[in-house]
């Protein structure tokens, strides 16, 4: 039976210097997107798919190979911002809005999407797509998080707080380390917190 709904793994690296001293969280650049589209009841992949960005304000530093392995000469001929979206876009339109599915994004730091490609889109005059524009997304290694915190809040103290059932059921069985592997995702290196947004109207969703 098809599924009823589709998650889409995205994952963006930006430019970096170290502690964030000339290059800061506001003015990095998106250097690349990786995203995979995978079933939701089985979390077979669909498709899988990266491309690298040309960063126009900011440098590919030390600290930003070291961290990324990405260097100046994997993107100084590199696509642009709106190439990369174009791309993701008509991924998610195949695989998704033709199938009268909803996108929703699954992300490691929902910073990013929520703020970073907003942001970065604006000043390049980038049109984005309204699904990107106000996301419907899971934080995954929040509510990853939070749930080992209640976790060992129950096994404490008996905590009534709790997740809904059917999250702590998918966080209990998603194999984090697999999704990091097969998307070459920095797992350490990820923020562990996410900006509060202000003005914005996108969406969580729990699964």
Known sequence: M?????????????????????????????????????DSTTFENIKSDSILIKPINTPITHVCTS?????????KNANSLTDAIEK????????VIS???KPNFITFNSWDLRMKLP???????????????????FD????????KDLNELEKS?????????????????????TIVNHLEIDFKSSSLTSS????KEDEEFHI
């Open 2 to 38: 098809p599924s009823t709904q589709i998650y889409i793994i995205l994952q963006f690296i930006t430019t970096a210097d170290d502690q964030g001293f000339y290059i800061t969280r506001d003015l990095a650049e998106i250097i690349e997107i990786a995203w995979s589209i995978v």
């Open 67 to 75: 961290k990324t392995t990405i260097t100046w000469d994997d993107v």
């Open 88 to 95: 993701l876009d008509n991924d998610i339109q195949e695989y």
């Open 99 to 101: 199938k009268n599915l």
């Open 119 to 137: 942001k970065d889109s604006k000043e390049k005059s980038i049109k984005l797509p309204h699904y990107l524009e106000f996301p419907r997304h």
């Open 140 to 147: 995954i290694r929040r509510e990853y998080l939070r749930y």
């Open 157 to 177: 103290n008996n905590s009534s707080q709790s997740l809904s059932p059917s999250t702590s059921l998918f966080l209990s069985q998603i194999d984090i380390p």
């Open 196 to 199: 509060p947004v202000e003005g």
